[in-house]
């Protein structure tokens, strides 16, 4: 619908048009494997009208409603150094977040299964408007065939834009006798960088077994081409 139309050219899209029709997973999958940034408008102004219990809402009052629930639930996260303007996270300055508040959002993102589901899949294959389409999961650490392929590696997403440079907030699972000392545990990391190569080889790094822990809560961090540490990497006991 008209909701299609507030995405912005040039930005990752999963190919969507005005008619075609998908389940909410569907969605799901459309946004964390191609980026697709008109999945993210779609999902969010139907959930808007859901929020006000409006149907006929316009897209523009369904987005405001589906933000302001947006940063509702992040506030009641913990998520203190957020605010949310838009669904996609094109640039705005009032659009920001943390280290400390994608950690969060990581570890909330890990107990949703739908999520989690998607996150690790590499590609699907979707039928819409009459054409095969293919949507390719842009995290290169879930890709076997990659050169930053990690077996270990469970998500979570890429995002890209020219202020933020290539962005990662990546999970891995690490479970068995290689890691017997820590237990199952889920590792969490969030990396920033200007450069896509060294965002993921950074979060490779990452999940040395010897040391995971102390890696990940002194994880160096990388933003718009500025060094600093991350004030918040989950470890492996939380």
């Not at 008209?2 to 969507?16: F, N, P, R, W, Y």
């Not at 006929?56 to 992040?74: C, I, S, Y």
């Not at 050169?147 to 979570?156: D, F, I, N, Q, S």
Request: overall charge negative; hydrophobic content about 40%; some cysteine.
């Amino acid at each position: 619908g008209k909701e299609l139309s507030k995405v912005v050219a040039g930005s990752s899209v999963a190919s969507l048009r005005e008619g075609d029709q998908l389940k909410v997973s569907d969605l799901v999958a459309a946004m964390l494997l191609p980026s697709g940034n008109d999945a993210a408008y779609v999902l969010a102004c139907e959930a808007g009208r859901a929020i006000e219990n409006n149907p006929q809402l316009g897209a523009a009052a369904a987005k405001d409603a589906f933000v302001a629930e947006m940063n509702a639930q992040a506030a009641a996260a913990g998520m203190t150094g957020t605010h949310f303007v838009n669904p996609d996270g094109i640039h705005d300055s009032k659009h920001y977040t943390t280290f400390a508040d994608l950690a969060i959002l990581g570890k909330l993102s890990m107990e949703n299964a739908t999520i989690m589901e998607h996150a690790i899949t590499p590609n699907k294959l979707v039928q819409l408007h009459g054409e095969t389409i293919e949507w390719k999961n842009t995290n290169a650490l879930i890709h076997e065939e990659s050169e930053y392929y990690c077996p270990y590696a469970t998500g979570l997403k890429t995002g890209q834009t020219p202020s933020a440079g290539s962005c990662l907030l990546s999970a891995f699972e690490v479970d068995g006798e290689q890691v017997r000392k820590f237990g199952p545990e889920i590792l969490n990391g969030s990396i920033f960088s200007k450069a896509t190569a060294d965002t993921l080889t950074r979060a490779l790094k990452m999940v040395t077994l010897e040391g995971t822990a102390t890696r990940l809560k002194n994880a160096k961090c990388v933003v718009a081409g500025k060094t600093g540490t991350a004030r918040t990497v989950l470890s492996p006991s939380e």
